[in-house]
């Protein structure tokens, strides 16, 4: 409880599950803002978080529909602004051309490092890692996941 989580959803189911699950759990260390994370991040303090985890988000496939995906310069410059330097921004997917959009974001930003040396570094889930509901239904389908390390600089 030492550790406090902020987590966003812009579905108000999804807002509902999160909400029924805190209180079964009876946890007091968790808040959600029932929104995107973009209008999150723009209220709050410079230098204000320990890490980022944007975990399975909307790949918008369709070629006409990436601009509505969540990565991007300006959600990139955002995130930095807000995440204190030397603290990890971590991105999941299952989905191979969003894995390599968000590494081509991340890599043009000059306030963002990969610290990934070898594949095993990105097919391998993070430690203490508890699948989503997205992953698993990933693995049944045949999917396997990235998990993408990204460090503050």
Avoid: M
């Amino acid at each position: 409880p030492d550790i406090a989580f902020l987590g966003c959803e812009p579905f108000l189911n999804g807002v509902a599950k999160a909400v029924s699950a805190i209180n079964d759990g009876g946890l007091t260390n968790v808040r959600i803002h029932s929104g995107d994370a973009r209008d999150l991040l723009v209220a709050l303090p410079d230098q204000s978080l320990d890490r980022i985890e944007l975990l399975y988000p909307d790949p918008w496939p369709k070629r006409r529909h990436h601009k509505r995906r969540i990565v991007s310069d300006e959600f990139l410059a955002a995130a930095a602004r807000v995440l204190k330097p030397g603290c990890e921004f971590r991105f999941a997917t299952d989905i191979d051309d969003y894995c390599a959009w968000t590494l081509a974001h991340f890599r043009r930003s000059k306030e963002f490092s990969w610290l990934a040396a070898n594949p095993k570094d990105w097919l391998t889930p993070w430690e203490g890692w508890a699948p989503t509901r997205y992953e698993k239904k990933a693995r049944r389908e045949g999917r396997a996941s990235a998990y993408l390390t990204f460090v503050r600089t």
